[in-house]
């Protein structure tokens, strides 16, 4: 395999790529298995590390490459939960697609060393999400927290200056 992969470009193993999941895929069909119907997030994996390894490559580090992989790669855990749940769960787990976004901007903040107001900002949309969460998932009653979790995201934002 090794030396396969020293002949093949880039383009040619994405391809080769493609036609190993191809193959799953029509083994999948034809057995009438769903395990492979159901790991297709796995893919939208495969595109988040790709973008995050093209943002590893470039000299110049473009925070868009970054911020792609990762909010693809959280989605797709998200999209795998669901498989294997139900996507139901979405009713009271949308708060975590704006979790995700505030990782994103978090993670473009500790990797590419721009702005302070993309931590601030994604500390303060994480601090959205769990809010959200408790107060449509969990307990209405717990809105509070909200106080709690936006002062904190300010004084960690203060602290990382």
């Known amino acids: 395999m090794n030396s396969i992969n020293q002949r093949l470009s880039s383009h040619g193993r994405f391809g080769l790529i493609l036609v190993i999941i191809g193959l799953l895929l029509a083994v999948d069909s034809i057995l009438k298995l769903t395990l492979?119907?159901?790991?297709?997030?796995?893919?939208?994996?495969?595109?988040?590390?790709?973008?995050i390894g093209?943002?590893?490559?470039?000299?110049r580090k473009e925070s868009l490459y970054l911020?792609?992989?990762?909010?693809?790669?959280?989605?797709?855990?998200?999209a795998l939960y669901c498989n294997f749940t139900s996507w139901s769960a979405l009713s009271t787990l949308w708060p975590l697609f704006i979790?995700?976004?505030?990782?994103?901007?978090i993670g473009s903040f500790i990797f590419c060393r721009h702005q302070k107001m993309r931590?601030?900002?994604?500390?303060?949309?994480?601090?959205v999400s769990t809010v959200?969460?408790?107060?449509f998932a969990l307990d209405?009653?717990?809105?509070?927290?909200?106080?709690?979790?936006?002062?904190?995201s300010i004084l960690a934002s203060e602290l990382a200056k």
Request: glycine letters at 14%.
């Open 36 to 51: 492979i119907y159901k790991l297709w997030p796995v893919l939208i994996t495969i595109v988040g590390v790709g973008f």
């Open 67 to 78: 911020s792609v992989g990762i909010y693809f790669i959280g989605f797709s855990f998200l």
């Open 54 to 59: 093209i943002f590893k490559q470039r000299d």
């Open 132 to 135: 959200l969460f408790f107060v």
């Open 119 to 127: 931590l601030l900002l994604g500390l303060l949309l994480i601090s």
């Open 99 to 105: 979790a995700i976004l505030g990782i994103t901007l």
């Open 140 to 152: 209405s009653r717990l809105w509070w927290t909200g106080f709690i979790l936006g002062g904190i």
